[in-house]
């Protein structure tokens, strides 16, 4: 599907003076130009067709839907080891620490109320302080999907390009953006949050403008700022389309949670909350499974995150020739690069 602002196709028959090579780069700021009759091997004179070319997880043209699921689904499998594992050690840490901090109020709220001596004030003060202390676990698994947001994005970066990426390399690249990724994570959740105590509509406008943010702050090197500010920019003329697609990956992950965590809450005794159990089992139990789904679930999302804005880039940026330039299947003089350019 494309939009108003998708970059035209030049006619590859279209005669051309001399001096017009680079009108289609003067209209598009920051796309990059035509490249000369004598350097287009790809695609006959003007514009090479890359459409057909794939070097990597994803063709080279603008992203239908399947082909966004595809690469993704391929993204996943050609690095499953370190994205789930990555994402298992970091989401397990993350609660493990949580339980630490929840397992004494969970404790002392189970005994409270199985005696049926406390009374309602006690009742309630528990439920405040277990609140606070899920609201302190709630922020250790923010961290943890703040990295794995980081690592898949990389991973698919490089994956579009047909490269594998190792853990150490993959480290190198995110450690530096890691500070600005839990700052652009931090504006946006205020953001949406703030939308969405305005009658919740605003919120879900907001989360979908701001979608693809993280993505471009980590490909790009970019700033908080300019990171927010590209995604208002990729997304706004597509809204309708990147709603559709981030709407699916919320069913598709809350039927990857519901899948995992299902076996597990059954041997829990049917509950898959931890503050509902009445033993160290039970809370073991559950504790793994949202581990498990939480492993699956967030690689998928953020791979699927990164797609979308990668096909928005090359809907309106002329990204596709830059890829292929970067992948060795375009001449190098095929027209300077875009701006912003390739990872």
Do not use: C
């Not at 990956?249 to 509950?271: D, E, K, Q, W, Y």
């Not at 967030?298 to 990164?306: E, L, M, N, S």
Request: no cysteine; aromatic share 6%; charged share 15%.
């Amino acid at each position: 599907m494309s939009d108003a602002r998708d970059r035209p196709d030049p006619d590859p028959n279209e005669e051309r003076q001399p001096g017009e090579e680079n009108r289609y780069s003067s209209e598009y700021p920051g796309v990059a130009p035509l490249p000369p009759e004598s350097s287009a091997p790809l695609g006959g004179g003007g514009w090479p067709d890359l459409g057909s070319f794939q070097p990597g997880v994803i063709p080279l043209r603008p992203l239908g839907l399947g082909d966004i699921l595809g690469g993704a689904l391929a993204t996943l499998r050609s690095h499953a080891a370190m994205l789930f594992g990555a994402a298992f050690v970091v989401v397990g840490i993350g609660q493990l620490l949580a339980l630490a901090l929840v397992w004494p109020r969970i404790q002392e709220l189970t005994a409270t109320a199985g005696t049926g001596e406390a009374t309602d004030e006690q009742l309630a003060g528990l439920m405040l302080d277990n609140l606070a202390v899920n609201g302190v676990s709630l922020g250790f698994m923010m961290l943890a999907q703040l990295f794995v947001t980081g690592l898949a994005t990389i991973v698919v970066g490089k994956a579009v390009l047909g490269r594998t990426v190792g853990f150490a390399e993959a480290w190198e690249d995110l450690r530096p953006r890691l500070i600005p990724l839990l700052g652009v994570t931090f504006l946006v959740g205020v953001i949406v949050f703030a939308g969405a105590m305005l009658f919740l509509i605003p919120g879900i406008w907001a989360a979908i403008v701001l979608a693809l943010a993280a993505p471009a702050l980590v490909l790009e090197r970019s700033s908080v700022l300019h990171a927010m500010r590209r995604s208002w920019d990729l997304v706004l003329n597509s809204w309708w389309r990147i709603f559709g697609i981030m709407a699916l990956v919320v069913v598709i992950t809350v039927v990857i949670n519901l899948v995992v965590t299902l076996p597990f809450g059954i041997m829990a005794g049917g509950s898959v909350d931890p503050a509902s159990t009445t033993t160290n089992e039970q809370i073991i139990l559950t504790t793994v499974g949202e581990v498990l789904a939480a492993s699956v679930a967030y690689p998928f999302a953020v791979t699927v995150t990164a797609l979308v804005y990668i096909d928005r880039r090359i809907r309106t940026e002329g990204l596709a020739l830059e890829l292929a330039r970067a992948a060795g299947m375009a001449p190098p003089d095929a027209g300077p690069p875009g701006s912003p350019h390739a990872w």
